[in-house]
Nanobody, 119 residues
Framework: QVQLVESGGGSVQAGGSLRLSCEASGSIGTVNVMNWYRQGPGKQRELVAYITDGADGGRTYYADIAKGRFIISKNGVEDTLYLQINRLGPEDTGAYLC??????????WGQGIQVTVSP
């Protein structure tokens, strides 16, 4: 059974940094795309960033909210995804979730990890 488990969240003060991780277990197969989403209080879930598979390390995409402060990366060998978030602000508060989309079309999700940023 495939599981994705996020870690690295917590409570931080504005201006701080966090590094989130998403680790897959089980026979997940080849992953085409690894995504980070977030859902703020009372808000809809939104895509933050993704990284694709590729011999060159893959392509990255960042939503406008993530440009300049977020860095997505992966360890393809271990099916682990990371999200470095710098200069955190209260607007970054929310649950951060990872999802992996495999080559055969399976879309696996983690349970989410809470990030709380105080002013």
């Amino acid at each position: 059974q495939v599981q994705l488990v996020e870690s690295g969240g917590g409570s931080v003060q504005a201006g701080g940094s966090l590094r989130l991780s998403c680790e897959a277990s089980g026979s997940i197969g080849t992953v085409n795309v690894m995504n980070w989403y977030r859902q703020g209080p009372g808000k809809q879930r939104e895509l933050v960033a993704y990284i694709t598979d590729g011999a060159d390390g893959g392509r990255t995409y960042y939503a406008d909210i993530a440009k300049g402060r977020f860095i997505i990366s992966k360890n393809g060998v271990e099916d682990t995804l990371y999200l470095q978030i710098n200069r955190l602000g209260p607007e970054d508060t929310g649950a951060y979730l990872c999802s992996f989309i495999t080559r055969v079309g399976h879309d696996y999700w983690g349970q989410g990890i809470q990030v709380t940023v105080s002013p």
